[in-house]
């Protein structure tokens, strides 16, 4: 069974830096076609992807917000972590890490079929 | 940067109704790289359509998928009262960036 689940803090002050991470099980990170992506959701609104990393550390960003965002995969510990740096009541959302979905035949195709439950962050003083 | 417009924004029915949920691409998407999602209220994303039409695992065969280019739909044959959420659609095929979700259709009693 594959599960993930996204840790961190619940609360951050402005202009730190957020640090999330996702830890996966019942998939390896490294796994041949293996992706995992971030994506938010403000409280009330759309979901919003910020960034991905392939089994190979092939990364991709939102490029909107690429400036602040970094996405790290730690194989060993069957982990991704992804960092936001220079956080703004704006980053206040719940954080979802999501599986590609297995199976895409094209490289490029990204998709996600298991979710994290999320984890809710706000940024305020 | 393809932006997806979903209509209506949010939609009023009955159990048992038809619900057809559109989602309009600002460019072609490539290879009709498409998927739909389910949310219910502080729940997770539920992917129910990928590649615009085929149904995801153990998804109900009254979701169904179709469309192609620009336009896309997401119909639900015969509501259940489970089915009432909000509905995204989500575009892989681009490459910079890789995916864009659309703003979302909420499908209400």
């Known amino acids: 069974q594959i599960t993930l689940k996204e840790s961190g803090p619940a609360l951050i002050k402005p202009t730190q830096t957020l640090t999330l991470t996702c830890s996966l099980s019942?998939?390896?990170?490294?796994?041949?076609?293996?992706?995992v992506g971030w994506i938010r959701q403000p409280p009330g609104k759309a979901l919003e992807w910020l960034a991905f990393?392939?089994?190979?550390?092939?990364?991709r960003y939102d490029l909107s917000l690429m400036s602040r965002l970094r996405i790290a995969m730690d194989a060993p510990k069957n982990q991704v972590v992804l960092t936001v740096t220079n956080v703004d009541p704006a980053d206040t959302a719940t954080y979802f890490c999501?599986?590609?979905?297995?199976?895409?035949?094209?490289?490029?195709?990204?998709?996600?079929?298991?979710w994290g439950p999320g984890i809710l962050v706000t940024v305020s003083s | 940067e393809i932006v997806l417009t979903q209509s209506p924004g949010s939609l009023s029915l009955s159990p048992g109704d038809r619900a057809t949920l559109s989602c309009r691409a600002s460019?072609?998407?490539?290879?009709?790289?498409l998927a739909w999602y389910q949310q219910k209220p502080g729940q997770t994303p539920r992917l129910l359509i990928y590649?615009?039409?085929n149904r995801a695992t153990d998804i109900p065969a009254r979701f169904s998928g179709s469309g192609s280019g620009t336009d896309f739909t997401l119909t639900i044959s015969a509501l259940e009262p489970e089915d009432f959420a909000v509905y995204y659609c989500?575009?892989?095929?681009?490459?910079?960036?890789?995916?864009?979700f659309g703003p979302g259709t909420r499908v209400e009693i």
């Open positions: 590649h615009a039409s």
């Open positions: 019942g998939v390896s990170v490294d796994s041949y076609d293996m992706g």
């Open positions: 460019q072609s998407v490539s290879n009709n790289y």
């Open positions: 999501a599986r590609r979905a297995g199976g895409i035949k094209s490289y490029g195709a990204i998709y996600f079929d298991f």
């Open positions: 990393v392939y089994f190979n550390d092939d990364k």
């Open positions: 989500q575009q892989y095929g681009s490459t910079l960036p890789p995916m864009t």
